[in-house]
């Protein structure tokens, strides 16, 4: 069974640059896994931000932006603002019809 | 506008069986791929099914393969997800989502439908 691998937590200072990974449990992660990756506040329902590894949704800011670093799928904040502080989770298709989310990474702003 | 609107949970028995509905609006239903995602209380999400513009062809995760369906009507402009032999594990928030241009995510989210399975 195909676990995908996310940071639990992360912190950054307002206006910071943080980066949130995407891995799996066995193998690496690329373009054919098509990573999107989602924002969801608490009692929200999710936000998609980024799909095709690194194309920014409709309204997305351009703050936000995604590539394969490695090994693994990446999403990038560059100047972490307030209003970022979420849970952000990827999805990788890992074939045969099947897709995965990671666990998610809880992102704190302060 | 986009609009993707659950309905259908509630409480239910272990054991017991539901049927969520996703109401569509806003776009052209035979177009899309839809997709189920849930999330349980306190925790991340899971995608659950998908199904093809023409209804022909579905998956499911396997962690509820055998017990869920997923089914679509192109005239009611809706989706389903039938759940059976449902347990407390399947407690938790169930999403409606359209499935995006290429196929590979997910691009628009309904509310969510809350489910309880307790006794």
């Known amino acids: 069974q195909t676990v995908v691998t996310q940071e639990s937590s992360f912190s950054v200072s307002p206006g910071g640059t943080v980066t949130f990974t995407c891995g799996l449990s066995s193998g690496s992660v690329s373009t054919s896994y098509y990573p999107s990756w989602y924002q969801q506040t608490p009692g929200q329902a999710p936000r998609t931000l980024i799909h095709s590894t690194n194309s920014r949704s409709s309204g997305v800011p351009d703050r936000f932006s995604a590539s394969i670093l490695g090994n693994k799928a990446a999403l990038t904040i560059t100047g972490a603002q307030a209003e970022d502080e979420s849970d952000y989770y990827c999805?990788?298709?890992?074939?045969?019809?099947?897709?995965?989310f990671g666990g998610g990474t809880k992102l704190t702003v302060l | 506008q986009v609009q993707l609107v659950e309905s259908g949970g509630g409480l239910v028995k272990p054991g017991g069986s539901l049927r969520l509905s996703c109401s569509v609006s806003?776009?052209?239903?035979?177009?899309?791929?839809m997709s189920w995602v849930r999330q349980a209380p306190g925790k991340g999400l899971e995608w659950l099914a998908y199904?093809?513009?023409?209804?022909?062809?579905?998956y499911i995760a396997d962690s509820v393969r055998g017990r869920f369906a997923i089914s679509r009507d192109t005239a009611k402009q809706s989706l389903s997800l039938q759940m059976t032999s449902l347990t407390p594990d399947d407690t938790g928030v169930y999403y409606c989502a359209r499935v995006g241009n290429g196929f590979n995510h997910l691009d628009s989210w309904g509310q969510g439908t809350p489910v309880t399975v307790s006794s």
């Open positions: 999805l990788l298709y890992v074939g045969s019809g099947i897709w995965v």
């Open positions: 806003g776009f052209t239903f035979n177009d899309f791929y």
């Open positions: 199904i093809r513009s023409s209804g022909a062809t579905m």
